[in-house]
């Protein structure tokens, strides 16, 4: 299923269910000419680097072949976080995503039906202001 994970992997930079995410700022550091202190919360923004165009050319495009081979630089693909407190549900997410995909295309028909969505971001997660509209058939027997 590598290329089913690809397809979800580009789904998940496009569209991260989790935009940004908090750090503790363990020690003094200076980034960019500003200086963050000690005890400082730090927001660290997978959603930022999904999209720099130095990691993902074309960042605005749907482009699964993007994961093939080594495929992007690490820490540069963060879905599910890193470091210690990475997701732990990571791998059961990833099955559920497959089987779920695996069945919606093996059993059904898709079709839009709505010219147009629009997503915007509430909390840290995206959501739909216009559902983009799929009509879903069963494929003929
Ligand atoms: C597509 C599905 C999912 C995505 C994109 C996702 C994403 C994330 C992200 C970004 C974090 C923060 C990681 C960090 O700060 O480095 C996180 C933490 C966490 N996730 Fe998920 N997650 C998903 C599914 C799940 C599932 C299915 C479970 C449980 C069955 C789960 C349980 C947790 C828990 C407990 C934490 C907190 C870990 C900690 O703070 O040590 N997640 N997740």
Same mark, same amino acid.
């Given at each position: 299923m590598k %290329? /089913?994970?690809?397809?979800? =992997?580009?789904?998940? =930079?496009? *569209? *991260?269910?989790?935009?940004?995410? %908090? =750090?503790?700022?363990?020690?003094?550091?200076? %980034?960019? !000419?500003?200086?963050?202190?000690? !005890?400082?919360?730090? $927001?660290?923004?997978? +959603? /930022?680097? +999904?999209?720099n165009p130095e990691y993902f050319p074309n960042p605005e495009e749907f482009d699964p072949s993007r994961f093939e081979g080594s495929g992007p630089p690490s820490y540069t693909f963060t879905p599910f976080g890193g470091g210690p407190r990475m997701c732990p549900g990571r791998e059961y997410a990833r099955l559920a995503m497959l089987v779920f995909l695996h069945n919606i295309v093996t059993k059904f028909k $898709?079709? #839009?039906?709505? #010219?147009? +969505?629009?997503?915007?971001? =509430?909390?840290? *997660?995206?959501? *739909? #202001?216009?559902a983009l509209k799929v009509r879903v058939r069963p494929h003929a027997k």
């Open positions: %290329f /089913s994970w690809n397809v979800v =992997r580009e789904s998940l =930079r496009l *569209s *991260s269910p989790t935009q940004e995410t %908090f =750090r503790e700022v363990t020690n003094d550091f200076t %980034f960019a !000419g500003y200086t963050i202190p000690k !005890g400082w919360k730090a $927001l660290w923004s997978m +959603h /930022s680097t +999904h999209k $898709l079709e #839009k039906a709505s #010219k147009w +969505h629009n997503t915007t971001y =509430r909390s840290m *997660s995206p959501a *739909s #202001k216009a």
